[in-house]
């Protein structure tokens, strides 16, 4: 079906007056109609960004309908095209962070769902320009406020495990040519892999998700006195009591000496390496 622009201006501007009364069922009919818009391709990106001004402030309202409802329009607007035009990626992630603080967990996962798409694409986006040669200059500067703004989750207890998720998810899809920038190190440096390290002594939970991270981190370049410094926190868990520990300390070790950089930059570690892992 094809949808005059105008037409739907007319139609969205009563309807987002209609909102601000902050009533729940005016709410969902209102969200139905944007969302079987958003279904139907019929949005275009001013609309989209209207919708997340309004999003915004349907948000205080507290009611989880609501907020599921917003969240699944999210999943329908965010496109490949949109998703590197500002201030799409910009606005839809401060909005997901925000809801982040709801206490229900069905909001959490669909949270989880609209940034996992969201830097899905945008890095994606970023990995496509890099095997062009095109020009990632706007990109690069996109994904480093996103990847600065998502490292904010590794600092909340109950939130860092989902952001440790979604970082491994970006360091996947994203080519190294642009993570490999002095700029993207520093950042990775000083705050993804630091708190790596505090989460290698927070429980078995974290298993999974520390040893994805490392396998990423070996792809980037990071200084020696990183890896170093990793190391030794790894060294620690070699010692511990704890199994969940030890073997933690085994795939940690293998994953890392699997890489020639690291073997040659780390040489002078072998040694304590080698008797942690008899030790076990």
């Known amino acids: 079906m094809k949808y005059n622009k105008n037409t739907i201006d007319e139609i969205l501007k009563p309807l987002n007056e209609f909102a601000k009364g902050k009533e729940p069922k005016v709410n969902h009919l209102i969200l139905g109609i944007y969302q079987g818009l958003a279904a139907d391709k019929a949005l275009t990106f001013t609309q989209k960004l209207s919708f997340l001004g309004l999003a915004s402030q ?32 910009k606005e839809t992630s401060a909005l997901c962070l925000h809801l982040l603080n709801d206490k229900s967990q069905v909001v959490k996962n669909n949270v989880f769902a609209v940034l996992q798409q969201m830097y899905s694409l945008l890095f994606g986006k970023c990995a496509e320009a890099c095997k062009e040669k095109a020009s990632i200059e706007e990109l690069h500067k996109v994904c480093y406020e996103e990847l600065k703004k998502l490292t904010l989750l590794l600092e909340d207890d109950s939130l860092k495990y989902l952001g440790m998720d979604i970082l491994t998810m970006i360091f996947a899809k994203t080519k190294l040519e642009l993570l490999n920038t002095p700029r993207m190190i520093k950042l990775l440096e000083n705050q993804c892999i630091s708190k790596l390290k505090s989460f290698l002594k927070t429980g078995v939970n974290s298993f999974t998700s520390i040893i994805r991270t490392i396998k990423c981190s070996t792809q980037l370049m990071l200084s020696l006195n990183t890896y170093y410094d990793l190391l030794q926190h790894i060294l620690i868990l070699a010692d511990s009591t704890h199994l969940w520990q030890q073997y933690l300390a085994l795939e940690s070790f293998s994953i890392l000496f699997a890489q020639p950089r690291q073997l040659v930059l780390m040489s002078n570690m072998i040694n304590d390496c080698s008797d942690s892992m008899v030790a076990i």
Not at 65 to 70: E, H, P, Q, S, V
Not at 74 to 87: K, Q
């Open 58 to 89: 349907l948000t205080e309202s507290n009611d989880e309908m609501t907020l599921i409802k917003i969240l699944q329009i999210l999943l329908l607007i965010i496109t490949r095209e949109d998703i590197i035009r500002a201030p799409m990626a």
